[in-house]
């Protein structure tokens, strides 16, 4: 079974309609809950009293219904009386703007208050609840840092301090790192550091980096100190708390570590063409988070978010096929926000499993529908073995290359996604792995410009390359170290020796600018970057043609017996990806997944079974190969945002 449900939120209702919640969640197989997300000010409506009793109702109640519960700390929205006795827990913002009550997430992760009484909120609940029947998982608080990352208030000052203090023992080994002989920074003591708040003109690129750094670890101090309390008093009860995708301010390879269950909310836009390849990504990070281990889809909408500029509802089909999506790649679970649509507050126009409009709705037959076919499904329970193909992903690298000040601005996500697309067009699975993974499972990894690489990392993509493993790596790679400094005598390390290219100066691209390219790829264009680069001992796979680079190499690869190392020194249009990202397999030799699909099929391989999902509004085609021989592929069509899962021997088993 794949667990099946959604944030269950009673009390924003009157307890008259908790037996009618109960009684539709078991209509649509409803299995888990996750209860108490924003109800701190419902369960100590005052500083130290506690009100449980509603609580302990509808907890009993839903475990008289056996639908289990992933149960919230409570912490996610302090109440009005936290901040109204402690001002301080209120946070700042880069321009010095204290933020207030009245929405959620009003609070300084710094702060020792908020701190304190999050913990003994998580204790409290945890010792009432620990041994109650319907418990199935810990909940801690809820997305950190999505409203509230960075905050720039004394009480964080005096953290940050702490941390750097931590991390460099001395000030002078902070103003080496910084760099602060630049421009007049040179610190005398620890005590004269702020925080980076708004300043006139480019601010330290080390100092910005650590406050990024620092800002995520107090995020994770944050849910560790709820956590060590709740694990305390409810040992072995599994514990999560839920991810937010790619999500720039927290580093969550540092945070995977100390969860029980990987979970992650999904809200991919339903009017954008690409939803289905970025939600692909986000479902393949968290599954490689927890190193295969199957994680959860803790939110998603049944139809339509409130928080776009326009909010798409999601057409039949497409809630069941991204749900199948998230199965395919990983999940053993699909949870939704929320069960009851709200009639108050500020998400009032945010779908739900039900609907305002109620039972008699395309929306509610879709939801019971996916819940009884989920009842049939297995879950694997098991750790996903890794795929052939990594691409690395490094939040360092996303908070370094996205600062002012470089030779262009540059969205990681967007090169990052780059090099995902023609591998989710082709089916080939993807892990996404860190600069600090042991790369031996894999044959093919790719790196779109790891712009802040420690020596350690170099040295082991170097090795990768050059002991028979297929490496594909991006311009801005290895231009600084994990400080933001620049090694003087040229960029790569010791990658240049492995790829056997030197970077001779950036010709980054204005915006809708193309290079020509030309070589045995075929013909191409470029965007967004060249480089006039030089090949030692590399074959070039295409040069640029005309203007200051003709000639140049934009491409190049250098064999190293079994595997090859490749370098590319621009954005590739899609048929130039598309072809060096084929060769690039074949240099690897990843198998393909037999299946073959046209655009707006994915195809994801889960241990033996392969999820064909139709994301197009229009009945599809696909065949499949069967690798005997000769055999004819057996071929098989899909309607509008169908899904079918083939077992491992080409059988159709939904
Ligand atoms: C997040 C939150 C939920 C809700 C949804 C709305 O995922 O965790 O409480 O606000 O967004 O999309």
Same mark, same amino acid.
């Given at each position: 079974?794949?667990?099946?449900?959604?944030?269950?939120?009673?009390?924003?209702?009157?307890?008259?309609?908790?037996?009618?919640?109960?009684?539709?969640?078991?209509?649509?197989?409803?299995?888990?809950?996750?209860?108490?997300?924003?109800?701190?000010?419902?369960?100590?409506?005052?500083?130290?009293?506690?009100?449980?009793?509603?609580?302990?109702?509808?907890?009993?109640?839903?475990?008289?219904?056996?639908?289990?519960?992933?149960?919230?700390?409570?912490?996610?929205?302090?109440?009005?009386?936290?901040?109204?006795?402690?001002?301080?827990?209120?946070?700042?913002?880069?321009?010095?703007?204290?933020?207030?009550?009245?929405?959620?997430?009003?609070?300084?992760?710094?702060?020792?208050?908020?701190?304190?009484?999050?913990?003994?909120?998580?204790?409290?609940?945890?010792?009432?609840?620990?041994?109650?029947?319907?418990?199935?998982?810990? &909940?801690?608080?809820?997305?950190?840092?999505?409203?509230?990352?960075?905050?720039?208030?004394?009480?964080?000052?005096?953290?940050?301090?702490?941390?750097?203090?931590?991390?460099?023992?001395?000030?002078?080994?902070?103003?080496?790192?910084?760099?602060?002989?630049?421009?007049?920074?040179?610190?005398?003591?620890?005590?004269?550091? &702020?925080?980076?708040?708004?300043?006139?003109?480019?601010?330290?690129?080390?100092?910005?980096?650590?406050?990024?750094?620092?800002?995520?670890?107090?995020?994770?101090?944050?849910?560790?100190?709820?956590?060590?309390?709740?694990?305390?008093?409810?040992?072995?009860?599994?514990?999560?708390?839920?991810?937010?995708?790619?999500?720039?301010?927290?580093?969550?390879?540092?945070?995977?570590?100390?969860?029980?269950?990987?979970?992650?909310?999904?809200?991919?836009?339903?009017?954008?063409?690409?939803?289905?390849?970025?939600?692909?990504?986000?479902?393949?990070?968290?599954?490689?988070?927890?190193?295969?281990?199957?994680?959860?889809?803790?939110?998603?909408?049944?139809?339509?978010?409130?928080?776009?500029?326009?909010?798409?509802?999601?057409?039949?089909?497409?809630?069941?096929?991204?749900?199948?999506?998230?199965?395919?790649?990983?999940?053993?679970?699909?949870?939704?926000?929320?069960?009851?649509?709200?009639?108050?507050?500020?998400?009032?126009?945010?779908?739900?499993?039900?609907? &305002?409009?109620?039972?008699?709705?395309?929306?509610?037959?879709?939801?019971?529908?996916?819940?009884?076919?989920?009842?049939?499904?297995?879950?694997?329970?098991?750790?996903?073995?890794?795929?052939?193909?990594?691409?690395?992903?490094?939040?360092?690298?996303?908070?370094?290359?996205?600062?002012?000040?470089?030779?262009?601005?540059?969205?990681?996500?967007?090169?990052?996604?780059?090099?995902?697309?023609?591998?989710?067009?082709?089916?080939?699975?993807?892990?996404?792995?860190?600069?600090?993974?042991?790369?031996?499972?894999?044959?093919?990894?790719?790196?779109?410009?790891?712009?802040?690489?420690?020596?350690?990392?170099?040295?082991?993509?170097?090795?990768?390359?050059?002991?028979?493993?297929?490496?594909?790596?991006?311009?801005?790679?290895?231009?600084?170290?994990?400080?933001?400094?620049?090694?003087?005598?040229?960029?790569?390390?010791?990658?240049?020796?492995?790829?056997?290219?030197?970077?001779?100066?950036?010709?980054?691209?204005? &915006?809708?600018?193309?290079?020509?390219?030309?070589?045995?790829?075929?013909?191409?264009?470029?965007?967004?970057?060249?480089?006039?680069?030089?090949?030692?001992?590399?074959?070039?796979?295409?040069?640029?043609?005309?203007?200051?680079?003709?000639?140049?190499?934009?491409?190049?690869?250098?064999?190293?017996?079994?595997?090859?190392?490749?370098?590319?020194?621009?954005?590739?249009?899609?048929?130039?990806?598309?072809?060096?990202?084929?060769?690039?397999?074949?240099?690897?030799?990843?198998?393909?997944?037999?299946?073959?699909?046209?655009?707006?099929?994915?195809?994801?391989?889960?241990?033996?079974?392969?999820?064909?999902?139709?994301?197009?509004?229009?009945?599809?085609?696909?065949?499949?190969?069967?690798?005997?021989?000769?055999?004819?592929?057996?071929?098989?069509?899909?309607?509008?945002?169908?899904?079918?899962?083939?077992?491992?021997?080409?059988?159709?088993?939904?």
């Amino acid at each position: 079974m794949i667990w099946f449900g959604g944030d269950y939120n009673p009390e924003q209702w009157d307890e008259s309609v908790w037996d009618d919640d109960i009684r539709l969640m078991a209509e649509a197989h409803v299995s888990m809950v996750t209860v108490g997300v924003f109800s701190w000010s419902m369960l100590e409506p005052s500083e130290g009293n506690f009100t449980f009793e509603w609580l302990d109702r509808i907890l009993d109640k839903l475990h008289a219904a056996g639908i289990r519960v992933d149960l919230a700390t409570a912490t996610a929205s302090p109440p009005p009386w936290l901040t109204h006795n402690y001002p301080e827990v209120l946070p700042m913002t880069e321009q010095g703007v204290r933020l207030q009550a009245g929405s959620r997430q009003q609070y300084c992760p710094s702060s020792p208050v908020f701190r304190r009484l999050a913990t003994r909120l998580a204790s409290e609940i945890a010792q009432r609840y620990a041994g109650h029947p319907a418990l199935e998982m810990w &909940h801690i608080n809820n997305e950190y840092g999505c409203h509230l990352s960075h905050c720039y208030c004394d009480v964080s000052a005096v953290a940050f301090r702490q941390w750097l203090a931590i991390k460099y023992a001395t000030v002078d080994h902070l103003n080496e790192a910084w760099g602060t002989a630049f421009w007049s920074q040179r610190y005398g003591s620890f005590e004269e550091i &702020h925080t980076p708040s708004a300043a006139p003109y480019f601010k330290n690129p080390g100092q910005v980096l650590d406050f990024d750094r620092f800002s995520s670890d107090e995020l994770l101090e944050c849910f560790r100190s709820e956590a060590q309390a709740v694990r305390a008093i409810s040992p072995g009860v599994p514990l999560t708390t839920n991810f937010m995708g790619f999500f720039k301010p927290v580093d969550y390879w540092k945070w995977a570590a100390e969860i029980d269950v990987i979970s992650d909310d999904s809200y991919p836009d339903p009017a954008d063409p690409d939803s289905p390849m970025i939600a692909a990504m986000s479902r393949d990070l968290m599954r490689s988070l927890g190193s295969g281990k199957p994680w959860i889809l803790m939110e998603q909408a049944a139809s339509a978010v409130n928080w776009r500029d326009v909010n798409a509802a999601k057409p039949e089909g497409m809630m069941r096929a991204w749900s199948y999506q998230a199965i395919a790649r990983g999940a053993d679970g699909v949870l939704f926000f929320q069960w009851r649509q709200s009639v108050r507050g500020g998400e009032r126009f945010h779908s739900a499993m039900l609907p &305002h409009t109620g039972t008699d709705t395309a929306s509610w037959r879709s939801i019971t529908q996916l819940g009884r076919e989920l009842v049939d499904m297995p879950a694997s329970g098991d750790r996903i073995s890794p795929a052939s193909t990594a691409i690395m992903f490094d939040w360092d690298t996303w908070w370094s290359i996205e600062q002012p000040g470089l030779p262009a601005t540059l969205s990681y996500l967007e090169l990052v996604r780059g090099w995902y697309r023609p591998l989710y067009e082709a089916g080939v699975a993807v892990d996404f792995v860190n600069p600090a993974s042991d790369l031996a499972a894999y044959k093919v990894v790719i790196v779109p410009s790891l712009f802040a690489a420690a020596a350690s990392s170099i040295e082991t993509l170097a090795a990768f390359g050059e002991s028979g493993g297929t490496l594909l790596v991006t311009f801005q790679t290895a231009i600084t170290d994990e400080s933001g400094q620049l090694t003087p005598g040229g960029y790569l390390g010791s990658l240049a020796t492995t790829l056997g290219v030197r970077i001779d100066e950036f010709f980054p691209q204005p &915006h809708r600018h193309e290079v020509q390219m030309n070589g045995p790829l075929g013909r191409g264009v470029g965007t967004v970057w060249a480089e006039r680069l030089i090949s030692h001992d590399a074959e070039v796979m295409a040069h640029f043609t005309g203007g200051p680079l003709q000639g140049c190499p934009a491409v190049t690869r250098k064999s190293w017996g079994a595997g090859a190392s490749w370098y590319v020194a621009t954005e590739p249009d899609d048929r130039s990806r598309k072809a060096i990202i084929e060769q690039v397999l074949s240099d690897g030799k990843v198998e393909e997944s037999g299946v073959v699909a046209p655009a707006g099929v994915e195809v994801a391989v889960r241990g033996g079974r392969r999820f064909i999902i139709n994301h197009t509004d229009r009945e599809q085609s696909f065949e499949v190969h069967t690798g005997h021989g000769a055999d004819a592929p057996q071929k098989h069509s899909l309607g509008a945002y169908g899904v079918t899962v083939l077992a491992e021997q080409g059988a159709l088993v939904l």
